[in-house]
């Protein structure tokens, strides 16, 4: 599928919606279960008598779904290359059974490559809301992305 936006098309302070995502009990503890699972991300029970008061998300769940995000709102149509990694990521408050995430990404820097390669880097800080409009994670990332084919 050819990529529509390319390096070009991203300037400073541009900010991307990436739609929003329900997010269930069952695949709290079905990822936890899995990959993180501590007993307030597995046990209804024991998560009630936690400082939670209930099941909360692995903020490696949150990430998961924030990428899931990422990638169907926006990288699907970019001539994305790679990530170099993440600078930073936070976790502000816990994601719950029922909430619904929003996430945006805003372009805070976009350079082209030194090299005169056909691309160039571009910084983005990640942002994930619940239903309340309550910012529960951020994320400063790196991407590397295609320039317009000449």
Known sequence: MAALHYFEDFHVGQVIALGDRAVSE?????FARQFDPQYFHTDPEA????????????????????????????????????SPGVDEIRWLK????????????????ATPSRSGAPRGTIRT???????????????????????RPS
Request: aromatic share 4%; proline share 2%; hydrophobic share 50%.
């Open 47 to 82: 998560a009630r008598r936690s400082i939670w008061g209930g099941i909360v998300a692995s903020g490696w769940h949150t990430a998961s779904l924030f990428m899931r995000l990422l990638v169907d709102g926006h990288l699907r149509d970019v001539a994305s290359i790679a």
């Open 26 to 30: 069952a695949e709290i503890i079905a």
């Open 94 to 109: 816990p994601v719950r059974p029922g909430d619904t995430l929003a996430g945006r990404v805003t372009v805070l820097e």
């Open 125 to 147: 800080l990640g942002e994930l809301t619940n239903q309340k409009g309550e910012l529960v994670m951020t994320l400063r990332a790196i991407s590397i992305i295609g320039r």
